[in-house]
């Protein structure tokens, strides 16, 4: 890996971003509005602090994962991956540089939304706001990693958009938003263990309740942390120098 | 079949071509020319590439000297672009084996030594030219002077700060190129780089790579237009995943008869009927 091919790819994607202005005013304010929208469904500031940190997760999630898929499908059809590939530019730079520039976004984007939420829409967080920025933007990281991933396996961008319902709704679905976990059957329960997406709404409800740091939450966090690791190993495994 | 070099052949022929071997329909005199020492940007031998259970090229071996320009010639299909994202180190292949600047072809310390250009241009459409390229730039390790360089060099100076996705389609293939030329790499290896462009631009390129070549760049470059074979050093006529004639356009003009290359590449597929 060389950091200077890292910083430059980094650069080059918030530059396309800085082209597509309305694409970064939607990034940033599009899970603000809809904690807005919520609020407002919801018309009580309790049950809205009962699940806005959960949802302050999901939404990263989702939209870094479309994002990345798009963009990574975009250099994979338009040849500038091949040519990229032909260059001396680790895989590991690549996708470097796409955590850390969606990355950048994804904590913009949280952060943003979590302000709203706090200063306007009656939020109450127990725990520390930086903890819940931190969960938030590694949803966000976990959602970007899974995306890039995913999209080595789309040959279209039809294909790429609906592997989010794919992936990203059974996630939410059985992250214990709708339904506590525990009260699932065994077969929903087990395959809610084994989403990443549960633990970082885990993390994220815990902050909220309660000020103390304890070992599950550390635990959750690394799981999505581990997760979002993994996920980029593969991302990695997909781009190949040489193809058939 | 054996051409005899004429005299007007050595008018395009650069310095380091002057002891190039006698030119041969490709296949008869392979294994003799291979065992000759000449100073090869690329040494293709024995390439096969399958591709959905077809064999998209079928024991192709040749070489590339060093400071040549090197049209590779054929019908749209013929596995020209494979042939080329073989020699840059992007195609799995299936036998053969593929030499570039004396390393096998896709090794690491060839990568900032071979410009390539695909096709269809690879380029950010969303960034402006200058910016797309000095992304490229920072990959290669570039200095930061050769973008501005490499922008003029395609003519594209008065689009620098335009967007790619703006301009037209041969701007924008131009910027393609202009992206293999960053760093100024050893070989240049282009496809269809003058496809849909005017006859003024291609007549700029095409000086472009003689002058690239006369200062020591080795070019492949591909087309399927015939009426650019004849601007060519050497020319690798191909079909069908096969190689048909390895030679210059004098020689390949003298071994068939014909004055028009193209006429004579016609020569040359039904003479392997």
Same mark, same amino acid.
């Given at each position: 890996m060389t950091a200077s091919i890292t910083l430059a790819t980094t650069r080059r994607i918030l530059a396309q971003l800085r082209h597509d202005p309305r694409t970064v005013v939607m990034l940033v304010l599009v899970p603000t509005l809809l904690m807005l929208l919520l609020r407002f469904v919801f018309n009580s500031a309790e049950v809205f602090s009962r699940i806005a940190p959960a949802l302050l997760g999901v939404f990263p999630f989702v939209i870094m994962f479309l994002i990345a898929s798009i963009t990574t499908l975009r250099e994979r059809t338009a040849g500038t991956l091949e040519r990229l590939m032909t260059m001396p530019l680790g895989k590991f730079d690549l996708l470097a540089g796409y955590a850390l520039a969606f990355g950048l976004v994804a904590v913009l984007q949280v952060a943003v939304a979590t302000a709203v939420s706090l200063w306007w829409l009656g939020l109450t967080v127990a725990g520390s706001v930086w903890s819940l920025l931190l969960i938030t933007a590694l949803d966000a990281l976990l959602g970007m990693a899974l995306g890039l991933f995913v999209s080595a396996f789309a040959t279209s961008e039809f294909q790429a958009v609906q592997f989010m319902p794919l992936f990203v709704l059974p996630q939410a679905l059985l992250c214990g938003l709708f339904q506590p976990r525990d009260e699932m059957g065994w077969v929903l329960h087990w395959l809610s263990d084994v989403m990443p997406l549960s633990y970082a709404v885990e993390a994220l409800t815990q902050v909220t309740h309660s000020a103390d740091w304890t070992m599950t939450l550390t635990r959750n966090i690394l799981i999505v942390l581990g997760c979002a690791v993994l996920a980029l190993g593969l991302g990695a495994a997909t781009l190949r120098r040489r193809t058939p | 079949m054996k051409g005899t070099l004429t005299d007007?052949?050595?008018?395009?022929? =650069?310095?380091?071509?002057? %002891?190039?071997?006698? =030119? %041969?329909?490709?296949?008869?005199f392979r294994a003799r020319r291979i065992n000759r020492m000449i100073n090869s940007a690329v040494v293709i031998d024995g390439l096969r590439v399958v591709r959905g259970g077809r064999d998209?090229?079928?024991d192709v071996s040749f070489r590339v000297e060093a400071g040549s320009v090197t049209g590779l010639l054929?019908?749209?299909?013929?596995g020209k672009t494979t042939l080329m994202r073989a020699v840059v180190g992007v195609q799995l292949t299936h036998g053969g084996t593929v030499t570039v600047l004396g390393e096998p072809a896709g090794s690491r310390r060839l990568r900032s030594r071979i410009g390539y250009a695909t096709q269809a241009p690879a380029v950010y459409a969303d960034l402006t030219v200058t910016e797309a390229l000095r992304y490229f730039a920072s990959v290669l390790g570039a200095p930061s002077r050769s973008v501005a360089d490499a922008i003029e060099q395609v003519g594209l100076g008065s689009h620098a700060d335009a967007l790619v996705g703006r301009l037209s389609g041969g701007q924008r293939s131009r910027a393609s190129l202009a992206v293999a030329l960053l760093g100024k790499p050893e070989l240049l290896v282009l496809d269809e780089p003058t496809v849909g462009l005017d006859p003024l631009l291609r007549e700029h390129l095409w000086n472009l790579f003689h002058r690239l070549a006369a200062a020591g760049t080795t070019l492949l470059v591909s087309s399927h237009v015939m009426d650019e074979a004849a601007r060519c050093t050497r020319l690798l006529l191909m079909r069908d995943g096969a190689l048909l004639a390895d030679d210059s356009p004098d020689a390949l003009r003298a071994a068939t008869g014909e004055q028009d290359l193209e006429r004579a590449f016609l020569h040359l597929v039904k003479a392997q009927r």
């Open positions: - | 007007s052949e050595s008018l395009r022929v =650069p310095l380091t071509d002057i %002891c190039q071997p006698r =030119p %041969c329909l490709t296949g008869k998209v090229l079928r054929g019908p749209s299909g013929c």
